[in-house]
């Protein structure tokens, strides 16, 4: 991975921020997005204090125009995008509500957030990547986009749809050289799934302690880091092989 350019959204905490860090430890150019300044600042620093390179984009991938500004950004600055990691999602733990009260605006902010905005990146960087024949792309869905839960349809809905996107971009550009996964994380530590936790302990009438307990047969949660290695390895040549696959970083709690 070393100099690859690699843009990765949501970049600022969690699990984006696991993964901009893993690929910056392999040489990986870093550009960076989210709508947090200070969030990415924190981290382009911790880049920069290993050597690294990285370039802060702040954007608001709800807005429709933002996926052609990020990616020209990272273009006029350093050169077209190798690697993309669809990664900045929100959360059913924003507003879960049952489906029958559920938020028409929220439906849509989800959409646009999860699906669109991956969709939107992933044309405009294909053109480069075709000409290279060479990119990768990624798609951080969930376990989500495998079974449905509680109170969370626009989220379990669009991760669906992610992994849709992402199998169908993978048998286009399978002769090119590029390869697009999608990486499915099961219950994992980062701020969206804390309020998810919360949510559902009050829903359950549980502690939240023994939520994160029962949360993955490892009996705890998952962290960043562990769904960031597997971002590693199939960013890498070596895995030219994996192909439009979704893979579980689950701990064992989704076995498809
Ligand atoms: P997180 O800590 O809440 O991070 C989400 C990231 O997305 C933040 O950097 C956030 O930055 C960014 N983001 C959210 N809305 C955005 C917007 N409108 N425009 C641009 N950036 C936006 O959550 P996480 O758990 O690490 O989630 C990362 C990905 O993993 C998501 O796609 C999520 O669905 C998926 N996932 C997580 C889990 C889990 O248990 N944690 C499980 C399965 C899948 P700003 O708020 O600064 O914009």
Known sequence: MKNRIALVTGAGRGIGRAIALKFAHQGARLAITARSQDQLSNLAQEIRTIGGETMIIVDDLSDDSAPARIVDQVTKGWGPVEILV??????????????????DDFWNLTMQVNLTAPYLLTKLVLPV??????GRILNIASIAGKVGGFHSAAYSASKHALIGLTKSTATEVASEGITANAICPGVTRSEMNTLRLEYDAIRLGVTFEKLEETATPL?????????????????????????????NVCGGAVPF
């Open 129 to 134: 990547m075709i000409e290279q024949h060479w």
């Open 86 to 103: 669809n990664n900045a999602g929100i959360g059913s733990s924003q507003n879960p509500k049952p489906l029958l009260n559920f938020s």
């Open 219 to 247: 009996g705890r949660r998952l962290e960043p880091e562990e769904v960031a290695t597997l971002a590693v390895y199939l960013a890498q040549n070596d895995a030219r092989g994996v192909n439009g696959q979704s893979i």
